[in-house]
T-cell receptor, first 114, second 117 residues
Framework: TQLLEQSPQFLSIQEGENLTVYCNSS?????LQWYRQEPGEGPVLLVT?????EVKKLKRLTFQFGDARKDSSLHITAAQPGDTGLYLC??????????????FGKGTLLTVNP | KAGVTQTPRYLIKTRGQQVTLSCSPI?????VSWYQQTPGQGLQFLFE???????NKGNFPGRFSGRQFSNSRSEMNVSTLELGDSALYLC????????????????FGQGTRLTVV
């Protein structure tokens, strides 16, 4: 079973602060996806990282895939109240034949206070 | 391009009843997955349908079932509802046309909030 552990589970910070959330596993993934979910809505895909060591930037968000493709991190610079939401990581893994599966972590609930 | 549409958005049912939820995927997406989301358990995978066949299944009791139609639209059914079935049910569609990345990237609907009383 491919499990993804996210930490911290909850994070409450002030506007302007920096933060990092982590997504760890003992399994290797073919790709790692990050989603953000706002209250009352479904998760929205932010980014997909594919190559070990890959770094992708999306404005103030920086995503990194671990060299061994077992872990990932999301760093937010100068957080804003609009960044508030549940951040979910999801690992894609090969499950046989032409079948790939996606497994989700439980998420990090981020609150950015003005 | 239209996103994933789930109906209804909200539902209140009584214990013991059954419920059917509907999901219309993004045009061209052949895979539809269903998830249950609760504060304590997070996002839990129910099942995935691809080309009208159930391709993957999570660890939920047989009361939870689904199907997919030839136009890729999907329905999920829960029979004999229990209080613990109260949750946000999310549907996600993906291209899933074969091997490789960008095939499992999930596009979620807004969900159906089910309350069992």
């Amino acid at each position: 079973t491919q499990l993804l552990e996210q930490s911290p589970q909850f994070l409450s910070i002030q506007e302007g602060e920096n933060l990092t959330v982590y997504c760890n596993s003992s399994s290797v993934f073919s790709s790692l996806q990050w989603y953000r979910q706002e209250p009352g809505e479904g998760p929205v895909l932010l980014v997909t990282v594919v190559t070990g060591g890959e770094v992708k930037k999306l404005k103030r968000l920086t995503f990194q895939f671990g060299d061994a493709r077992k872990d990932s991190s999301l760093h937010i610079t100068a957080a804003q109240p609009g960044d508030t939401g549940l951040y979910l990581c999801a690992g894609e893994f090969y499950s046989g034949g032409s079948n790939y599966k996606l497994t989700f972590g439980k998420g990090t609930l981020l609150t950015v206070n003005p | 391009k239209a996103g994933v549409t789930q109906t209804p958005r909200y539902l209140i049912k009584t214990r013991g009843q059954q419920v059917t939820l509907s999901c219309s995927p993004i045009s061209g997406h052949r895979s539809v997955s269903w998830y249950q989301q609760t504060p304590g358990q997070g996002l839990q995978f129910l099942f995935e349908y691809f080309s009208e066949t159930q391709r993957n299944k999570g660890n939920f009791p047989g009361r939870f079932s689904g199907r997919q139609f030839s136009n890729s639209r999907s329905e999920m059914n829960v029979s004999t509802l229990e209080l613990g079935d109260s949750a946000l049910y999310l549907c996600a569609s993906s291209l899933s046309s074969g091997q490789g990345v960008w095939n499992t990237e999930a596009f979620f609907g807004q969900g159906t909030r089910l309350t069992v009383v």
